[in-house]
């Protein structure tokens, strides 16, 4: 079942903050969070473990409820280049059955 | 490290015209994903293989689409015959293991337009 996210789009001023949630009715193994650029591939940017082990980029903060199966990706200061939309990726089955992707969250990021 | 390759970048074709994508994924990386994604939507699984073997094709449409990763390496889906409703991008994506612990890495995408 594909996770729910929040907010659909976002337009902010360059150094605001945002934060982008993912919600699943499934009990989970991980949440991944991409961004994808128009156009280009999506990029990882972070992986949230049951357990609370996390791997991803160091500039990337984001928080995994497993009790809640909802997953927030924080973005603190943001630059321009962070412009694009943001997905999250859900495992239920440690792999077993693969990511089941949102619908996405576009972010916009003015001067 | 060189990222996961595609090609071609973009297609367009008549419908009923059967159609190839391929796809090389990043050295040494076990677990090969094939997914389709539609405008403003996220990316949906097709298949995965983990070296060679096909083991979660659920979502493929079979009576229409096929794949190969025959020596475990690249891979290559098929359509034939396309229908208006397969213009998408086609995405592939490679990591080193299907653990939900790997990240998955992917490449720029087929464009596929069917006329």
């Known amino acids: 079942q594909q996770p729910v996210q929040s907010p659909q789009a976002v337009i902010l001023r360059e150094g605001e903050d945002a934060v982008i949630n993912c919600s699943s009715s499934?009990?989970?193994?991980?949440v991944h969070w991409y961004r994808q650029k128009h156009g280009e591939a999506p990029v990882f940017l972070m992986i949230?473990?049951?357990?609370?082990e996390q791997k991803g980029h160091d500039k990337i903060s984001a928080s995994f409820n497993e009790k809640k199966q909802q997953s927030s990706l924080y973005l603190t200061a943001s630059q321009l280049s962070y412009s694009g939309t943001y997905f999250c990726?859900?495992?239920?089955?440690?792999?077993?059955?693969?990511?089941?992707f949102g619908k996405g969250t576009h972010l916009i990021i003015q001067p | 490290e060189a990222g996961v390759v595609q090609s071609p970048r973009y297609k367009i074709i008549e419908k009923k015209q059967p159609v190839a994508f391929w796809c090389n994924p990043i050295s040494g990386h076990n677990t090969l994903y094939w997914y389709l994604q539609n405008l403003g939507q996220g990316p949906e699984l097709l298949i995965r293989?983990?070296?060679?073997?096909?083991?979660?094709d659920s979502q493929l449409p079979k009576d229409r689409f096929s794949a190969e990763r025959l020596k475990g390496v690249d891979s290559t889906l098929k359509i034939q015959p396309a229908e208006l409703g397969d213009s998408a991008v086609y995405l592939c994506?490679?990591?080193?293991?299907?653990?939900?612990?790997?990240?998955?890495?992917f490449g720029p995408g087929t464009r596929l337009t069917v006329l």
């Open positions: 499934k009990a989970l193994y991980s």
């Open positions: 949230l473990l049951k357990g609370g």
């Open positions: 994506a490679s990591s080193r293991s299907g653990q939900g612990y790997n990240e998955q890495f």
């Open positions: 990726g859900t495992d239920a089955g440690g792999g077993a059955d693969g990511l089941t």
């Open positions: 293989y983990e070296n060679e073997e096909a083991v979660d």
